[in-house]
């Protein structure tokens, strides 16, 4: 094909009549347009002295002057002509050649041009044939790892029938292998801090006698930095059971690096066996040390199964929820401070019956906050979902969370604790029982507190050595109160599948201590015997006043 019959005309280029002979005088000026006022100044410009309009060379070459072919020869980018709806090849330009080899003209391209379909381009010609508008493809990849933008222009020709396409496709291979590593370092730093962050979560959950638990946590796809929600689960002794959840706001390791702080001290705050509220005015102070510009919020709850009840403390958190057994659910009121590190704020305790049956749910906002939503509307689908939602702990994270639309695309980390107290009857029921006896002053507070758990630990069939155990331990703590304690006091004897819990509560709030008692010393064995013949023991005041000491005896199987 003789390509200089064929010039190329882009859509919306006017062009100019052709001319007479190839010596022909360019159009006049006025062809152009009016004349630029500076050029219809007075010869001598004293703004530009020595310029004279005469001099001015007022012929404005037109496009048809310049070779199209030596134009696009000489383009760095890969150019080809091809025309007609078989996509014929007219030509192609040295740095085509050079790329893909020489192409014979006439030619199809679906039969000469592979990388054509390695590109994608042959639907692409066919739509920009039957639109008449360009097309582009970007970062388009070659079977030899070339990278290639290609934008598809129709032009038109009074020699060829059929419109064409002109090709124009740039080599961004650098630019895509230097994409390329930008995505896989910031997947590895994504990967890395998130490896991070669920380092600092509890890699298993602690599971307590009487509670089914678990949790779930999905980190924020928005870019390669995670946030700081947290949770955790933490075993007090003598049934009861700590749950936390916070969520430090902001992203990235810094982010992370405060939760982990705040998790330890909230594990080590814990094992003081301290009230809600007192655990989270350590934390408070805590908080602002570690960083005052860290805005943290946190709950702080603990249950006990002799109570049925959750004991609570919130740091600008949001509430917890609690669906009972009959589907109806409830939200956790005041009081509520202010979040993690703000200092000069008492916070205090509620509570919220969590009766057998019942599932209570922990969350961070990222479960729950939308944009142009108000976080309390969040809140509420919340508790439409938990009021549908049944099944194990798991089945109901994973519900709530495809109840309130969170997937792997979500763009904020995602938190959730579900704590199921479950209610159990049949065989299941007869493993745990309880067992309560006042105890009055007096010389015959002892014997009465020895013959109670004798009857007690018989009745509920455990070995004689056990049995046994249990009575001694019994006797030891009983005469530790009467001895140190005053009255009102109590003995509890509490049996779950997995242990036996011995605990007497009295009015004074002195906490006994293990110490070594000399050989002449009649007195201060009894706390060294309890953590001798004992699994664990433990003491902690109790709200109004007064202290419970416990201790535990892991059965046997």
């Known amino acids: 094909m003789n390509f200089t019959r064929w010039s190329a005309r882009l859509p919306g280029t006017q062009r100019r009549a052709a001319r007479g002979t190839e010596g022909s005088v360019p159009a006049a000026r006025g062809e152009y347009g009016p004349r630029p006022e500076h050029l219809a100044a007075d010869a001598h410009d004293p703004d530009h002295p020595g310029t004279s309009v005469d001099t001015l060379d007022t012929d404005v070459p037109a496009l048809e002057d310049f070779s199209v072919r030596d134009l696009l020869g000489r383009l760095p980018g890969l ?44 639907p692409l010609l066919d739509q920009v044939l039957r639109s008449g508008k360009p097309r582009t493809v970007k970062s388009r990849r070659t079977a030899d790892g070339g990278s290639y933008t290609v934008t598809c222009l129709p032009v038109d020709s009074p020699h060829v029938e059929g419109a064409g396409v002109l090709v124009h496709a740039a080599d961004v291979t650098d630019h895509a292998v230097a994409a390329e590593r930008l995505r896989t370092s910031e997947r590895r730093h994504r990967e890395t801090a ?61 982010a992370a690096a405060v939760m982990g702080q705040l998790r330890t001290a909230v594990r080590a705050y814990a094992r003081l066996d301290l009230p809600p509220h007192e655990v989270l005015q350590l934390l408070d102070g805590l908080a602002a040390e570690i960083d005052a510009s860290q805005i943290a919020t946190c709950v702080y709850a603990v249950h006990d199964p002799n109570e049925g009840k959750l004991v609570y403390a ?10 009972d ?27 919220l019956a969590l009766p057998p049956g019942s599932t209570a749910v922990l969350y961070t906002d990222g479960l729950v906050e939308r944009r142009r939503e108000d976080i309390d509307e969040g809140v509420d689908a919340l508790a439409r979902a938990l009021a549908g939602a049944s099944g194990t ?6 519900r709530l969370l495809r109840a309130l639309g969170v997937t792997a695309e979500h763009d904020d980390d995602v938190a959730v604790l579900v704590v199921q107290h479950p209610a159990r009857d049949g065989a299941d029921a007869e493993l745990f029982h309880n067992a309560a006896l006042e105890l009055l002053g007096g010389v015959e507070a002892a014997p009465r507190a020895r013959a109670f758990a004798s009857g007690v630990l018989s009745s509920w069939r455990f070995p004689v050595e056990l049995r046994d155990l249990g009575v001694l331990a019994t006797s030891e703590l009983v005469a530790n109160s009467l001895q140190h304690g005053t009255p009102p006091m109590r003995l509890r004897l509490r049996r779950t599948d997995r242990r036996l819990i011995i605990e007497v509560t009295d009015g004074d709030d002195h906490l006994p201590r293990r110490r070594r008692a000399e050989t002449e010393d009649e007195a201060g064995r009894g706390i060294s015997i309890i953590a001798t013949i004992a699994s664990s023991w433990g003491s902690r005041r109790t709200p109004g006043g007064g202290k419970a000491v416990w201790c535990e ?3 046997p199987g």
């Open 194 to 254: 998130v490896t991070l962050q669920r380092s600092l979560l509890p890699q298993e959950l602690e599971q307590p006698d009487d509670l089914r638990i678990a949790a779930t946590y999905q980190p924020g796809v928005t870019d390669a930095a995670v946030g700081g929600d947290w949770y955790d689960v933490i075993t007090l002794g003598a049934g009861r059971t700590a749950l936390v959840i916070g969520d430090v706001m902001g992203r990235g390791v810094r």
């Open 79 to 122: 150019v080809a002509l091809v025309y007609g709806p078989e996509h014929r090849i007219a030509y192609v330009n040295e740095a085509y050649a050079s790329a893909f080899g020489p192409r014979t003209p006439g030619a199809t391209v679906a039969a000469t041009c592979p990388e054509a379909e390695e590109l994608g381009l042959l």
């Open 553 to 555: 005896f892991a059965l």
């Open 325 to 351: 057994e009959d589907g109806t659910v409830r939200k956790a009121g005041d009081p509520t401070g202010p979040p993690l590190g703000t200092g000069g704020w008492l916070h205090a305790s509620g509570s």
């Open 314 to 323: 919130s740091a600008g958190h949001l509430p917890i929820l609690v669906r």
């Open 393 to 398: 702990p798991q089945v109901v994270c994973d």
